[in-house]
């Protein structure tokens, strides 16, 4: 078949099984983020159907849909409200690292990957995804709810972080002293500092000039414009997540509401593609003999990712059943994870399959975590309280010694014949 012919067929196949399972998911109620990638294990290297022809298209579209997750999260908020919420939540960012990176790097110290490693497993499990948080947020329509500004800034934070962690990473890697490292930390920490700035202070010039009654032209030119920091971002060593998370946040108003609107239907199909392509790219066969230390390292990290999010939502003023759903919408990790494996992996091939198999099973499990945190733990509080209370009740009552005396005890004894007096055996006697 014609390298063309069979690209149109095998795309055209993996759209319309996008829909089909998107359709399924949305009448069972659940997120289709876990039947998107198990159907990209399905059809990549070593699934059942693998799908060659389509794979470098395919690539690009999982680039284009995360870049596009992170500019409508950013149409979200403007800049005022990231320097607010930066400002507000750096103490929940620094109990992020530390719960997070934490079981990451003791395990990498534990199975012997020495001091790089450590860092870059640390690295895997500190990260959640913004992309896969962002999809769920809005599947689950909870945009709007006093939660998500909290799960914003802790995301953008780790976001943030990335500009600082990876370049020392790669210079960690690549074994770049001190002064090479420095370098490329400076040119991270300068370009994301450059496009706050404009995005802070010049962000009504940026919508006027970006602004068009056409909304062809307003499509083209917000797309371009992103698709283009998010390169120059990922060329200088900083996330192109993070480029195009920053453009939505310069543009607001009528820009930002116009621009939303359109991008929404491409923003769905590539997340798709995105969530698609993770699975293609992922070995089956790779993940059973790591499946058992990715599944405690999993479980370990859904807690730590759980307590970040009750702690940063408690910080914010939030009731606890806003702190249990930004809990459980932060535990998914996705991305950056993948990233940062496949920049170690040539240094610890071991990372690879681990941080696969980690990163499946919390991709998969986030989504059901986001749904299901809250409502099993208010369950859990119902039935603590009412426990206390049936406690409290019973510890209220008196002891049966305490309680009063019937008019006739039975306890009592009978007087016996030695302890009348005549005059009560005259009475006994008539």
Known sequence: MHDTTALLVELGSVILGLGIIGRFAGRIGLSPIPLYLLAGLAFGEGGLLPLGASEEFTAIGAEIGVILLLLLLGLEY????????????????????????TPGAAAGLMLGWGPVGAVALAGVTWISSSGVIAKVMTDMGRLGNRETPVILGVLVIEDLAMAIYLPLLTAMLAGVGLAGGSIALLIALGTVGFVLYLALRHGRLISRAVSSDNPEMLLLVVLGLTVLVAGVAQQLQVSAAVGAFLVGIALSGEVAEGARKLLTPLRDLFAAVFFVFFGLSTDPAEIPPVLLPAALLAIVTVFTKIGTGWYASRRAGIGPRGRWRAGGTLVARGEFSIVIAGLAVATEPRIGPIATAYVLILVIVGPLTARWTEPVASKL????????????????????????????????????????TPEHAGRDSD
């Open 78 to 101: 403007s800049a005022s409200e990231l320097v607010t919420s930066l400002k507000t939540q750096y103490p929940s960012g620094a109990v992020d690292f530390v719960l997070n990176a």
């Open 381 to 420: 509080q119902a039935a603590l309280a009412g426990k206390r209370k049936k406690s409290a009740v019973a510890a209220d009552r008196p002891e049966p010694a305490d309680r009063p005396k019937p008019a006739v005890a039975a306890e009592e004894p009978m007087p016996s014949h030695d302890d009348l």
